[in-house]
């Protein structure tokens, strides 16, 4: 069985900062492109940042500039490093990952159960 599980999530002031970490674990073959969405009340689910196995990262443009995006393959984790919050940042922020099982023939897309950001105003 594969998990991802986020964390980090908080109140926070306009203008402030927050570390999002989302740790994979489970019988893990290989991981591909992990990622960050976000979903607000009455909103749609976008995508906020992604970054591939070997580095190369895509971002929002709401977020480029504001947050960053890494990953620890050691350590499954992947990692969403927010500044300068804004209160259109407020939202339930969702990790996923594609991950090739041990004994599987294919990669699938996995998501956690997210963890909210609160921008305070």
Request: proline fraction near 3%.
């Amino acid at each position: 069985q594969v998990q991802l599980v986020e964390s980090g999530g908080g109140l926070v002031q306009p203008g402030g900062s927050l570390r999002l970490s989302c740790a994979a674990s489970g019988s893990i073959f290989s991981i591909n492109t992990m990622g960050w969405h976000r979903q607000a009340p009455g909103k749609q689910r976008e995508l906020v940042a992604t970054i591939t196995s070997g580095g190369s990262t895509n971002y929002a443009n709401s977020v480029k500039g504001r947050f960053t995006i890494s990953r620890d393959n050691a350590k499954n984790t992947v990692y969403l490093q927010m500044n300068s919050l804004k209160p259109e940042d407020a939202a339930v922020y969702y990790c996923n990952a594609g991950i090739r099982r041990y004994g599987s023939p294919i990669t699938r897309d996995y998501w956690g159960q997210g963890t909210q950001v609160t921008v305070s105003s």
